[in-house]
C-alpha cells in the first residue's frame, strides 16, 4: 500500500534563510510525487510534481523538489523563504489518479 | 479559465440532519476526487471518478455518504445522517490523466 510520511509537523525558518521539507514515501513502483501548499482557510495549490525523466523539479513560487528513489524520497527546497511563504505544505504520492497525501508541515516565517 | 468551483463554502447543521456538497471541476477534467480533511491532519480520500464511474470508493463511509456524478462532469457529495464526527472540509479535485490535482476552495461543515 502506498504511505507519504512527512517528518517535520512544524518547522521555523527565518525570513531569508533557507528551507527544506522532507517527505519520505511507500510505493510498490515509480511513483507520481507531488508538493502542495495551502494558505489558511484556502484550498490546496499543486507547487510542483514528478512524474519521470529529471529528478530535479521546478515548481511555482521559487520552489523545487529532488526525488532520491534510493532513500524513497521527494524532498522540497527553497533556497531563500518569504514571509508569504508562511503555510501548511503537503506531500503526495500516486498514479493512475490514486493520490495519497501526507500530515503535512507547517511552516512559521519569523522576521 | 475558471478553477474547481465548490459550494456551499461553510455549513452548519446539527447532527442527524442531511447536507449535501456540490463540485463543478475544471472543463475537461475527467478525474474527479472527493477528499475529508480533519484539522490539522492531510487529505483523505473518499472517492474517486473517472467520468461518470466511481473507480475508488473503499474509503467512503457508505452507510451514511453517498456520491455522484452525473454526465461524467458535476460531482454531488452527500451525507445521510450527519454525525458529530463528521465536522471536516471536504475538499473537492480535477485532473487530467497524468496531471496533478487542482483542488476547489473546500466546504468547511460544522455539525453540532
Known sequence: AQSVTQPDIHITVSEGASLELRCNYSYGATPYLFWYVQSPGQGLQLLLKYFSG????????????EFKRSQSSFNLRKPSVHWSDAAEYF????????????????????P | EAGVVQSPRYKIIEKKQPVAFWCNPISGHNTL?????????????????ENEEAVDDSQLPKDRFSAERLKGVDSTL????????????????????QGGAFFGQGTRLTVV
Open chain 1, 54 to 65: 529529471d529528478t530535479l523539479v521546478q515548481g511555482i513560487k521559487g520552489f523545487e523538489a
Open chain 1, 91 to 110: 506531500c503526495a504520492v500516486g498514479a493512475k489518479g490514486d493520490m495519497r497525501f501526507g500530515a503535512g508541515t507547517r511552516l512559521t516565517v519569523k
Open chain 2, 78 to 97: 452527500k451525507i445521510q445522517p450527519a454525525e458529530l464526527g463528521d465536522s471536516a472540509v471536504y475538499l473537492c479535485a480535477s485532473s487530467l490523466p
Open chain 2, 33 to 49: 476526487y472527493w477528499y475529508r480533511q480533519n484539522l490539522g491532519q492531510g487529505p483523505e480520500l473518499l472517492i474517486r471518478y
